[in-house]
């Protein structure tokens, strides 16, 4: 079986870096689907796809959902690209089912404020303001098949609306995590090598729909007004797929403790409508109480502002603290914090709440 899952990784690797087609990157809708509301994993990018954990593996890869300890609960507030005024809310709930499975609910909101009413005949506005409402809900489940295996699958909607048109959608995302351990005699290191496969926004186009595709037309020669409706173009969904490695580094001298742990990860994300990327990222973790992680997610032309086509110039970074409520408990609480590098714009800053109950 470990060979089997091993193989399907290559296989999966290599059939990628062949994909793919320049002529339709930025023709895909519904791109906040690929945006990382969350306050822990954003801050290395998709470099945790294959080492992910807990409720945040709903939108990295849900195979590491089946790792829920117990209960978790995040809210995350995201301040996206700062200057353009645009918040983004994230909450979730996981819980442990039976020992080997993870059941979690994502909610991701997004406020981009109040915009100015224009016409054709106003275009100056002063006839009100109107807010646009995204929206994402995913649902997924997650089962540790082995020790090493496990695999999940989640089915998300989305909805993007103003005051006079709209666009629903559903999509489906599934995930692998294999783990294993490098060095079977290290009795204090163990499930220390990560391998993860991630499949992201699978689904059916969507299209846009409601009165403000309608137009009012006078018949010439009767002078009769009437509406006349037209229908948008259907979208594709921003799909893609993600193939990860990571491994994990015992820096302690004393040979009987494991509390400095240095992990390096590399993730290749297949885009299907969107340049692909290679991510490169790094954590450091003392005990569970501290992390501090980067990440550096390359892309053809991102180290030139000409030739870059995204606002994000690939730098990432945050760090975690994390402590038991009180002494000798299993419950904890979690702050967390990412950064992205941006240019135009400030950068985008995520703020996470998280909380951890056990028995």
């Known amino acids: 079986m ?8 290559i296989l999966s690797a290599s059939t990628a870096v062949l994909a793919g087609n320049p002529d339709r990157i930025g023709q895909a809708g519904a791109t906040q689907l690929n945006i990382n509301g969350w306050g822990r994993s954003s801050g290395w990018g998709w470099a945790s796809v294959s080492s992910v954990r807990g409720l945040e593996s709903i939108y990295n890869n849900i195979g590491g959902l089946a790792h829920t300890d117990n209960t978790e609960i995040i809210f995350s507030r995201t301040s996206w690209l700062m200057g353009s005024d645009i918040s983004i809310n994230t909450f979730g709930f996981a819980q442990n089912i039976g020992g080997s499975g993870g059941l979690g609910i994502s909610i991701m909101s997004y406020d981009m404020g109040e915009i100015p009413i224009t016409t054709y005949e106003q275009p100056d506005g002063g006839i009100g303001t109107y807010k646009p409402r995204f929206t994402n809900i995913t649902a997924a489940y997650s089962k540790r098949f082995t020790q090493e295996i496990s695999g999940g699958i989640g089915a998300k909607v989305f909805s993007e609306s103003i005051t006079n048109a709209k666009a629903q959608g559903i ?18 290191k163990k499930n220390d090598v990560k391998f993860g496969v991630s499949l992201k926004n699978i689904g059916p186009d969507a299209r846009y729909a409601g009165d403000g595709l309608s137009t009012k037309l006078q018949n010439p020669t009767k002078g009769v007004e009437y509406t006349v409706n037209q229908r948008a173009a259907k979208f594709n969904l921003p799909t893609l797929m993600n193939i990860s490695a990571s491994y994990d580094l015992r820096l302690d001298n004393n040979d009987e403790t494991y509390f400095h742990r240095f992990t390096p990860a590399f993730t290749f994300t297949n885009n299907a409508f969107a340049n692909n990327q290679f991510t490169l990222g790094a954590e450091y973790a003392y005990k569970s109480m501290f992390q501090i992680r980067a990440g550096y997610a390359y892309e053809d032309g991102i180290t030139s502002y000409e030739t870059r086509v995204n606002a994000f110039t690939g730098v990432m970074g945050g760090f975690t603290f994390e402590v038991p409520i009180k002494k000798g408990s299993n419950n904890t609480f979690g702050l967390d914090y990412s950064y992205r590098h941006s240019n135009p714009f400030g950068g985008s800053h995520s703020f996470g709440v998280r909380l951890s109950i056990g028995e």
């Open 2 to 9: 470990k060979k089997t899952i091993i193989l399907a990784i």
């Open 171 to 188: 999509a489906l995302d599934a995930g692998i995590q294999y783990i294993t351990t490098l060095r079977k005699a290290d009795k204090i």
